[in-house]
């Protein structure tokens, strides 16, 4: 399974989004210092749910982190993230 594809399975199992976007933007980054050249490495991820509601931009950027630490550790050099609750500008 690609990465793009875990990202996206585990996201949609623990956030049950209304809206979920995973982009992956390594080709933007071939060649850069520290790019692993994998074509998996950098993403940029939108993602409204309900469960991000009454929580701070930090608060839902540690949960998606906890949820993705695996591959934060791993594989995934960069992770551009947007976080929204129902109803927010931007969702």
Do not use: C, W
């Amino acid at each position: 399974m690609s990465v793009e594809q875990t990202i996206r399975e585990k996201l949609a199992g623990a956030f049950a989004p209304t809206r979920l976007e995973v982009i992956n933007e390594s080709h933007l980054h071939a060649g850069h210092r520290d790019a692993p050249g994998t074509g998996e490495s950098h993403f940029r991820v939108v993602i409204v749910s309900p469960q991000f509601a009454g929580k701070s931009r930090l608060e839902r950027h540690r949960l998606v982190n906890a949820t993705l630490a695996g591959e934060l550790a791993g594989k995934v050099h960069a992770l551009a993230l947007k976080t929204y609750a129902p109803g927010e500008a931007g969702a």
